[in-house]
């Protein structure tokens, strides 16, 4: 089967960013969010860095337009009836997820792949609320979407080769690098990523140093784009609280366990930089530390 058609489940910072590379790579692309005025705010974030391309001449703003065109929005998921992959990229709540996958499987043509940009969610489990887990990968995408080069291609158990080949190939068809990954929870990427930040966060309960010096220190120090504070608050904190929750109970590893500072940050509403402040505070402009902050 040849892909042609994709969906999208989901408009937020994620799905936002697969329909755009997907309507990008030229997929007639259809994404699907609940409620409309999700719809038209993540649409709004396409126009947007689509319009960054252009301003950057990275783009024509003929492509740009030719892009916009090939994109639908829909609050229905009965527009996904004839799409050849769908990829979810919903909240990560696993109940919601297998309820939509459930639904989805009614409507969307049996022969189409699903897939699931989760972060730490096992493909597995989400896989068995369809009548299709032969036809069920991990599609693990990186947030900014449209710049970001990985996607993990994640098969279980019961995957064929079929639809791995496939999902492989179209992730390379969106211009990214594509890398296999066994269904553990975490994939290769937040299996490593999520013990460093976290432990970054314990580094700085224990006093090793500042926030703004432990950030300075990993970029410089070993040439990451972000240090781990800047990266937690691009994540989201909340996010990343929630991937801990269901990466420890998982595996039942300490490094893998909220260090308690995360969660009173979670609890104090700073999610990072969505909501104005995280580990720095961004209502100036400038980031201020957390800890530098009067
Ligand atoms: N679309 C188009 N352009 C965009 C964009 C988007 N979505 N987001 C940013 N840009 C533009 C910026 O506006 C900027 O343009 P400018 O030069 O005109 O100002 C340009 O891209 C470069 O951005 P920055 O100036 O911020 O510079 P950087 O060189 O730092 O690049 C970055 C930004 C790619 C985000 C880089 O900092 C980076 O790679 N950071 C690490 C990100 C990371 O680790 N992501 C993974 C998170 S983990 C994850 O997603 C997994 C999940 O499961 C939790």
Redesign the pocket.
């Known amino acids: 089967m040849a892909i042609k058609k994709v969906g999208v489940l989901g408009c937020g910072l ?1 799905g936002s ?1 697969i329909a ?1 590379v997907s309507a990008q790579a030229g997929y007639e692309t259809v994404v699907r969010e609940v409620e409309q005025k999700f719809l038209d705010k993540g649409l709004a ?1 396409i126009d ?3 319009g ?2 252009v ?2 001449g990275k783009m024509t703003a003929a492509d740009k337009d030719a892009c916009i065109g090939r994109l639908k929005g829909s609050t229905s998921l009965d527009d996904l009836a004839d799409c050849d992959i769908v990829i979810e990229a919903i909240v990560e709540n696993p109940e919601l997820k297998k309820e939509t996958y459930a639904a989805l499987d009614k409507i969307v043509k049996k022969e189409a792949i699903f897939a699931s ?4 969610l096992t493909i597995t489990e989400l896989s068995m609320a369809t009548a299709r887990p032969k036809q069920f990968v991990g599609l ?9 080069k990985l996607v993990e291609v994640v098969r279980t158990i019961l995957t064929t080769d079929a639809a791995f080949n496939e999902a492989f190939a179209f992730a390379r068809s969106l211009g990214k690098e594509a890398v296999t990954a066994r269904d553990n929870s975490g994939f290769i ?2 299996r490593l ?1 999520v013990p460093y930040i976290l432990d970054a966060i314990r580094a700085y309960e224990e006093g090793v140093g500042s926030i703004e010096d432990i950030d300075k220190a990993m970029q410089l120090g070993c040439g ?3 240090g781990p504070f ?2 937690l608050d ?3 904190l909340d ?2 609280y929630y ?1 801990t929750e269901v990466m420890f109970a998982e595996y039942r590893e300490k490094r893998f366990a909220s260090p308690p500072l995360l969660r009173k940050m979670v609890l104090a509403g700073r999610f990072g930089r969505k909501s104005g402040a995280g580990f720095y505070d961004y209502a100036s402009g400038t980031p201020v530390p957390f800890d530098k902050r009067s």
């Open positions: 994620m960013g755009q974030g947007k860095s689509l960054k391309f301003e950057k940009n989760t972060s730490s693990h995408f990186f947030n900014p979407v449209p710049l970001m990427v937040n990523l990451y784009p972000m800047t990266l691009f994540v989201g996010t990343t991937i």
